[in-house]
């Protein structure tokens, strides 16, 4: 539906006012709220997987197999939908929880709380399942959320928005404080990324064009949610048949998401027995490798094995496809990563707690694992109900985006008439 710019300016009013009303809204609100949206999103499972069954077909028929899976949903995956939202309602509420407080010696008390952001703005692509796990955790930390999917999932989003509504109302929830739009006219987000007076934060997830457009655009806070570059790197004192089941589960159990992996560093003392072992792990896959020339002689005579291109480092493929290099041992693997790294997800699999400690002090990412799969980088995973996506920036908020990384901690002041001399 067109949204006219009066109707934008409505919007934008509706949701200032929200986010004041959910600075009021109790933890047992909050939380019956959320139960209730997990409930009815199972009972309108039929409606919205027949909406996304229609954006599947409509998808061109050379969309990749990992962008039509990020687009699809099912009974599983909307179960684990409902499963997040009941995860984010048992959660602790974030809102007026103390972080300090302390007495100055003229008597002031001084405490240190946190408090909501206000209105949210997140842009995403592709993902459905995005739209709930956004709205539960903007919600529970008491802001308000404008949300804005692709085109490609149309009719997905706006069967969840329909539920949500219903449900939000039937909860008591008069003015719902979130907002979906199904007006995809591009002018509206350059609209919105001027208005700083309305809009608190705004949250980009998706691919590298749309994370350069907020960030030269946006004239408010970005909470940036930039590609997953994951590296692995096998150690000469790996258990390599842990490693190439973590390394295989890293890029092939979903490989259109950002904390799988797109490259794997290998100590060239085990490189010829770990990659032919990888490559048979991986083959039902049809994984595409980009190798280095070490590698490349490793696997010759082997399907799917191409020379890597000096682009393909920095490339992440969100696809069945993995660059390999060998290397000489940690310290290369360490340079390799600080040049070619989003500083995402970066794991090393090794028995050597000395190397992995170095490693995980080392290398700058958000996070860094010791002989575990880098596909754990994720809210729900971590114990957070979800997240609004993975931070890759340094100011305020670094990994999952949960539910206190939507809180701010402010200062509230206790005095018995002081006064400054």
């Known amino acids: ?157 706006q069967a969840i928005y329909k539920m949500m509504t ?43 064009k749309l994370i350069a457009f907020v960030q030269s655009h946006a004239s408010m806070p970005i909470i940036k949610n930039d590609r997953g570059l994951c590296h692995a790197y096998v150690d000469d004192e790996a258990d390599l048949a842990l490693a190439v089941k973590v390394v295989a589960n890293a890029k092939t159990q979903r490989p259109g998401v950002c904390n799988a992996l797109e490259t794997v560093l290998v100590h060239k003392s085990v490189a010829a027995k770990f990659l032919p072992e990888l490559y048979a792990a991986t083959e039902a ?29 920095d490339t992440e493929y969100l696809d069945l496809i993995i660059n390999c290099r060998v290397v000489d041992g940690l310290d290369q693997a360490l340079e390799h990563i600080e040049r070619h790294g989003s500083k995402h997800s970066e794991t090393i699999l090794t028995r050597s707690e000395a190397k992995a400690r170095r490693f995980q002090e080392e290398v700058d990412a958000a996070a860094v694992y010791w002989n575990a799969s880098t596909r754990f980088t994720d809210g729900f995973e971590f114990g957070l109900g979800g997240e609004l996506g993975i931070s890759t920036q340094k100011l305020h908020v670094r990994g999952p985006v949960g539910l206190r990384e939507l809180t701010t901690p402010r200062w509230i002041i206790d005095g018995t008439g002081q006064i400054r001399t």
């Open 1 to 157: 539906m067109e949204l006219s710019k009066s109707a934008l300016e409505d919007v934008l009013r509706h949701m200032r006012l929200a986010a004041k009303n959910q600075r009021k809204i109790l933890s047992a609100q909050k939380n019956q709220t959320l139960n209730d949206l997990a409930a009815n999103l199972i009972k309108a499972q039929s409606e919205i997987l027949k909406a996304n069954d229609v954006d599947l077909k409509n998808l061109e028929v050379d969309s990749s197999s990992a962008f039509r899976d990020r687009l699809l949903l099912n009974p599983k995956r909307l179960e684990a939908m409902a499963e997040s939202l009941r995860q984010v309602a048992a959660l602790a509420d974030p809102v007026n929880e103390v972080v300090e407080t302390k007495t100055l010696t003229n008597g002031l008390k001084i405490k240190r709380v946190r408090a909501p952001l206000g209105v949210l703005f997140m842009i995403f692509e592709s993902r459905p399942n995005v739209i709930l796990e956004a709205f539960s955790l903007a919600f529970k930390s008491g802001n308000a959320i404008i949300l804005r999917g692709g085109s490609e999932s149309a009719h997905t989003s």
């Open 166 to 208: 219903t449900s939000l109302k039937a909860s008591g929830l008069s003015e719902p404080p979130f907002y979906g739009f199904d007006d995809y006219n591009r002018a509206h987000v350059d609209e919105l990324l001027k208005r700083k007076d309305m809009i608190d934060i705004v949250i980009p997830r998706g691919g590298d």
């Open 285 to 313: 896959q049809s994984l595409q490798w980009h190798v280095d020339s070490t590698s490349e002689n490793i696997l010759r005579g082997k399907s799917r094995v191409t020379a890597a291109s000096a682009q393909d480092w």
